[in-house]
């Protein structure tokens, strides 16, 4: 297909809307546990796979956004390569299959959308995953809501994405270009999903969303020159989540106040529970593989393993026999890869970083406005990581390489499209 056939097929408003309905239908899909999740993802990848092969523009967007796009093959290399060395079979070769998924989908950016439905769509999204963990905390009794994929333990994955959810309707609310009625529907994504997260009492995720949105409520403010009613929003947000915090949900106050006698109290000897606890446990096991193994790592998806060996062996505490992860995405990668998976992991939230950062100051909304979200996404990735794995579940996984890579592939299409029309002026 030639680049001209290409803009005259989504010059009409059905092929646009279809793929700009499928996009915003994707972070629901990775929320759910019912089969039909798979359908968006399965057409999205089919219609990238053909624009890749067909079309120059789309090949040539990924050209322009080679860093991003670069990190995420090492991170695919890294594992099937760590999975051959240590014979680990292919089941951990999920992980890089889903990168290789997201990667191709990312293609559908690239492509004439109508992005105020994808905003919308993630927005709609966002109220429903906030509804259902209200549902779960209030009418069905359960104490940390999990949402409607991953089951009891998928509390912090829920938060992640809920949050990652309201980062992106903070940057729509926040536009100048946003007509009102949409701007008050992302006001009530944003608030629903904060919620829903500070339902969850995932303190990891709440703590790590707190500079991710003083930050991007200060970038708009220097890119706009809105400071006054930015800093009226700061204040109005942190006030109304302190009142909800200290006033409505009481057992999040007791989560936090729990931190500091845990850690005062850690003897790895005779560790006792708690979550704190545990995950400074779970840490200090973590570091002993890496130092054991700085160069390969004991292997991908082993944390589990290596640790039922330290227990055995009285070199560490009983009480994290039950977990398969470390909790910190830095020592996972590290205890697991070594040095390697240690610097993979860093430029794939590094690298995407800085291409976004150079561009969320950018005069056109069309470009800040996306660059601003990847930022905020990758930044609340990065904070999230002290404290639990946060590409361990598939669904915050998937929620992390959709959306930088699929907004990376935006970015530079834009960028091209900038350039044909300065040249056609």
Not at 70 to 90: C, E, K, P, Q
Not at 347 to 355: H, K, R, S, T
Not at 396 to 420: D, I, K, M, N, P
Request: with cysteine.
């Amino acid at each position: 297909m030639t680049d001209t056939r290409l803009a005259q097929a989504f010059a009409r408003p059905g092929p646009a809307w279809a793929v700009s309905l499928l996009l915003a239908l994707m972070p629901l899909s990775f929320s759910i546990d019912w089969g039909i999740k798979a359908l968006p993802s399965a057409l999205l990848f089919l219609l990238g796979l053909a624009l890749m092969a067909s079309t120059a523009s789309i090949r040539r967007s990924y050209r322009a956004a080679w860093p991003v796009v670069a990190v995420a093959l090492v991170m695919i290399g890294f594992v099937i390569f760590n999975v051959l060395l240590h014979g680990l079979g292919w089941r951990p070769l999920d992980r890089p299959a889903h990168i290789l998924l997201f990667l191709v989908v990312a293609a559908c950016f690239s492509l004439p959308l109508r992005m105020r439905v994808v905003w919308i769509g993630f927005s709609l999204g966002a109220i429903v995953l906030g509804a259902a963990a209200v549902v779960q905390a209030y009418a069905l009794g359960i104490d940390r809501p999990h949402g409607l994929n991953g089951g009891p333990s998928a509390s912090i994955e829920l938060a992640t994405v809920l949050l990652g959810l309201s980062t992106m309707a903070l940057v729509q609310f926040l536009a100048h270009g946003t007509p009102r009625r949409e701007r008050w529907l992302h006001l009530l994504a944003m608030g629903c999903a904060m919620y829903g997260a500070l339902l969850t009492q995932s303190r990891g995720p709440l703590l790590a969303f707190a500079p991710v949105f003083l930050l991007l409520v200060l970038l708009h403010g220097r890119r706009c020159g809105h400071w006054r009613s930015s800093l009226l929003l700061v204040g109005a947000v942190f006030v109304v989540a302190g009142t909800v915090t200290f006033g409505m949900r009481g057992e999040m106050v007791e989560r936090f106040q729990a931190i500091a006698p845990e850690v005062t109290r850690f003897d790895h000897r005779l560790a006792t529970h708690g979550a704190v606890i545990e995950r400074l446990e779970m840490w200090r096991t973590a570091a002993r593989a890496f130092g054991e193994h700085p160069l390969v790592g004991i292997g991908v998806g082993q944390f589990d393993a290596y640790t039922r060996k330290e227990i055995a062996a009285g070199r560490s505490h009983a009480a994290i026999e039950r977990y398969n992860q470390p909790h910190n995405e830095y020592l996972e990668a590290a205890a697991t890869g070594g040095v390697p998976g240690l610097l993979a992991l860093l430029a794939v939230f590094l690298v995407p970083l800085y291409y976004f950062g150079r561009r969320v100051l950018d005069a056109d909304d069309e470009v800040a406005l996306p660059a601003a979200v990847g930022a905020g996404v990758i930044v609340l990735y990065m904070l999230c990581a002290l404290t639990d794995a946060v590409f361990y579940r598939v669904m915050t996984q998937s929620f992390y390489f959709f959306t930088v890579l699929g907004l990376a592939l935006r970015l530079a299409w834009l960028r091209h499209a900038e350039t044909r029309r300065a040249s056609a002026a």
